[in-house]
């Protein structure tokens, strides 16, 4: 029924969203941004319950963002750029510690940011695996490569009891939802230089301003 193929949930749609958040002269439009992070969301939420306290971040940090676009200044949240410039021309950022900006839309996103290069990493992992590749492993080896430099002991240890109960391949494709694995495999080609380009782009904004390493 049309009912239960929309509840069904599908990756590439997913990750066509992040293809959206380009605009043509290479800025990254937030509302896409946000979205394409929702969709990753209800997949984590998908495989389990085990995966709250990372779920439970994100939708705090879509929902800070999405605040943001829908309030009274709203028009200077339309792309990444727009909000830099507009929340480091009006000192809206704590850049050395944290004060009274606590909550910028510039470390807030750059919290999903560093998971978007996590993401990359996996989704790399999961397209070049083979059958007998162990999930959690992928999942461990391209956290500790990117997030993992950004977290605290207690926050690495949760997160790497969390990899430990992940579904293995063939359930991960499944969930998927995109069909047999070539065509998963074909997908992830299409959409990991995608990826790639939005977080390049954020990526190069960030060091541009010196704002990697926002408290
Ligand atoms: C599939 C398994 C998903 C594993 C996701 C790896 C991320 C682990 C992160 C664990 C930390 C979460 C707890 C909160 C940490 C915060 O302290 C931290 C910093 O924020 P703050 O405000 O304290 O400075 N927050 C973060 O670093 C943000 C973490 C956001 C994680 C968003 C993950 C979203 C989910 C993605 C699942 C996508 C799976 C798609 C795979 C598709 C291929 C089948």
Excluded at 47 to 65: H, P, R, T
Excluded at 159 to 173: C, S
């Amino acid at each position: 029924s049309v009912a239960s193929d929309d509840q069904k949930f599908c990756l590439t749609e997913v990750l066509d969203t992040f293809k959206l958040c380009l605009s043509e002269n290479k800025e990254v439009y937030l509302e896409q941004y946000v979205a394409g992070w929702r969709g990753l969301v209800k997949f984590l939420n998908s495989l389990g319950s085990v995966f709250g306290f990372i779920s439970k971040d994100a939708v705090n940090k879509i929902q800070v963002l999405v605040n943001y676009l829908n309030g009274e200044n709203g028009s200077q949240y339309i792309t990444v750029q727009s909000m830099v410039k507009y929340e480091l021309d009006n000192e809206l950022v704590d850049l050395t510690k944290r004060g009274s900006h606590p909550e910028s839309g510039c470390r807030t996103l750059l919290r999903l940011h560093r998971a978007l290069r996590w993401l990359e990493l996996f989704l790399e992992r999961l397209r070049t695996s083979t059958e007998d590749s162990k999930t959690s492993v992928m999942c461990a080896e391209s956290y500790n490569e990117s997030l993992a430099l950004h977290h605290p002991w207690v926050v690495r240890k949760a997160a790497g009891m969390a990899f430990l109960v992940l579904p293995g391949r063939p359930a991960f494709f499944e969930v998927m939802n995109v069909g047999p694995p070539e065509q998963v495999v074909a997908m992830l080609g299409e959409a990991l230089p995608l990826i790639s380009e939005v977080y390049q782009i954020t990526e190069e904004l960030y060091a541009q301003h010196l704002l990697l390493d926002l408290p």
